[in-house]
């Protein structure tokens, strides 16, 4: 098998993030490199081990001499699980395009597997050092509730006479007040469990909704490169312009998301926890 001629940065390793709860961080989108310095034109793809879990834009194209292409890599709005960690890779699969008028398809059909470059990348996954709100609000809510348990334990003691044979304050409290008071307090706690489990499915759906809106920006991007592509006559790729991610725009993009997110989350809170 060939080296791989394509310049690929980063070289051994793609880091995505993951947030306190194991999903990827919709906000942040990784790019891969590809560089061709040869005199030829390169044909590649981009394959992945976990494909179900990114989104890959471009997945598959041509370089011509001396170009170079920005592939987007954005992860689905999933739960990544601890035992998968180290299994997720990329690959990259390039080869040399055959002299005159080539279809593209057919090459990738015909093509000699001894011909294939390969060059693998591992996924690295960062996350949070820092405990976020859902967290506290979580240990709050946990340390509330032992404090109301361990003040109904005490009440349901046994009653405890003084020297003159008085009976206790505890002990001439109605057992059934006590009873009563533990099961208002577990219903209270699982009524609690039960608002943040919405909370959380609310901040599920606003990811999926996030995610539709950047596939579709990328689907736009790549939309106007194969319109840059598409005036090279029948079978052979025009030396068209490479592209990169239009930073402005994303960043636009970006905020617009990131206050949508806010609101809602704020929205929540106000009206399960404070109202």
């Known amino acids: 098998m060939p080296n791989q ?3 690929i940065e980063p070289q051994n390793e793609l880091k995505f993030k993951i947030d306190y709860s ?3 961080d919709m906000g942040c989108t990784t790019y891969m490199k590809l560089t061709n310095p040869t005199d030829h034109t390169v044909l ?3 394959k992945t081990t976990a494909p179900k879990k990114y989104c890959v834009r471009p997945n598959s194209g041509f370089l011509d001499p001396k170009s170079k292409v920005d592939i987007a890599i954005t992860p ?3 739960n990544v699980e601890s035992n998968e960690k180290n299994k997720h890779k990329f690959m990259v699969q390039s080869v040399i395009a055959p002299e005159g008028k080539i279809n593209i398809d057919q090459v990738w059909k015909e093509i000699n597997p001894k011909q294939l470059m390969d060059y693998k990348l591992k996924c690295v996954f960062e996350t949070p050092q820092v405990k976020s ?3 506290s609000g979580d240990n709050a809510a946990a340390n509330e509730v032992t404090k109301k348990r361990v003040a109904v334990a005490d009440e349901s003691k046994p009653a405890v006479k003084d020297s003159d044979g008085v009976q206790s304050e505890s002990n001439r409290r109605d057992p059934d007040a006590a009873v009563n008071q533990s099961t208002d307090v577990l219903q209270k706690s699982e009524n609690l469990e039960s608002d943040l489990q919405k909370a959380t499915n609310e901040v599920i759906h606003l990811r999926e909704e996030e995610s539709i ?4 920006n990328l689907r736009l991007k790549e939309e106007l490169l194969r319109l840059h592509q598409g005036g090279a006559g029948e079978g052979r790729p025009a030396r068209g312009h490479s592209y990169g991610p239009e930073k402005t ?3 636009a993009l970006m905020a617009w998301v990131a206050t949508a997110i806010a609101m809602a989350l704020l929205g929540i809170i106000i009206g399960k926890f404070i109202m």
């Open 5 to 7: 001629v394509l310049i």
């Open 22 to 24: 194991g999903f990827f």
């Open 44 to 46: 590649f793809k981009i």
């Open 76 to 78: 689905q709005p999933v």
């Open 133 to 135: 709100a859902n967290d």
């Open 213 to 216: 809106l950047r596939h579709e």
């Open 249 to 251: 725009e994303h960043a």
